[in-house]
């Protein structure tokens, strides 16, 4: 079934902008959503649709998707971004949902 | 304001069954497809299941974990999403989320989550 790679950990200092990536084969051919996890909190729909921020969420966060790398961006990160990002497609092939393993922005 | 949970958790030993629920309220539960999501303790996301809303034939589809052991059910008359599980594993152990579950052309997305059921199997 299809895999999507992310990394683990992602730093960065306050006010600089985190890139997490989501990689797949072919991952610009699928759409990609994103979800946000607060430690403790259950996910939010942060991105849908490769680069569509649902109601609610601020313009600092973007997307992006080509290729075999989707990108989540944060700009301006503050503190309270800090938490679990994961990527996620459905398999139409396999029809079955899913999920990147999960990063971490840490913001230093 | 669109609101979801999960009841039903609990601590079950392995072989049994437990059945979860999902109460929706916010929004006009019949028009959509409902999904499962657990999460074990310290680990990622991990996809259960779905079901298509009635219009759309009402049928599930599965994870590969957990089919022929886990069903999914929907109660549009009382805005109620199920969860069955039988057979159940000491690695289905998780906190087990409910979400609404938006059906695009070729891609479909959880948009809106309820906060958790704990499940935990163990002897």
């Known amino acids: 079934s299809y895999v999507l790679t992310q990394p683990p950990s992602v730093s960065v200092a306050p006010g600089k902008t985190a890139k997490i990536t989501c990689g797949g084969n072919?991952?610009?051919?699928?759409?990609v959503h994103w979800y946000q996890q607060r430690p403790g909190q259950a996910p939010i729909l942060v991105m849908s649709?490769?680069?569509d921020r649902p109601s609610g969420i601020p313009e600092r966060f973007s997307g992006s998707n080509s290729k075999n790398t989707a990108t989540l961006s944060i700009s301006r990160v503050e503190a309270g971004d800090e938490a679990d990002f994961y990527c996620?497609?459905?398999?139409?092939?396999?029809?079955?949902?899913?999920f990147g393993g999960g990063t971490k922005l840490t913001v230093l | 304001e669109i609101e979801l949970e999960e009841s039903g958790g609990g601590l079950v030993q392995p072989g049994r069954s437990l059945r979860l629920s999902c109460t929706v309220s916010?929004?006009?539960?019949?028009?959509?497809?409902m999904t499962w999501v657990r999460q074990a303790p310290g680990k990622g996301l991990d996809w259960v299941g779905f079901?298509?809303?009635?219009?759309?034939?009402?049928?599930?589809e599965y994870a590969a974990s957990v089919k022929g052991r886990f069903t999914i059910s929907r109660d549009d008359s009382k805005s109620i999403a199920y969860l069955q599980m039988d057979s159940l594993k000491v690695e289905d152990t998780g906190l087990y989320y409910c979400?609404?579950?938006?059906?695009?052309?070729?891609?479909?997305?959880?948009?809106?989550w309820g906060r958790g059921a704990l499940v935990t199997v163990s002897s």
């Open positions: 979400s609404r579950f938006r059906l695009g052309s070729g891609t479909h997305f959880l948009d809106y």
């Open positions: 649709y490769d680069s």
């Open positions: 916010g929004f006009e539960f019949g028009d959509y497809a």
């Open positions: 996620q497609v459905w398999d139409r092939d396999n029809k079955i949902l899913v």
């Open positions: 072919k991952i610009g051919d699928k759409s």
């Open positions: 079901i298509r809303r009635r219009s759309d034939g009402g049928t599930s």
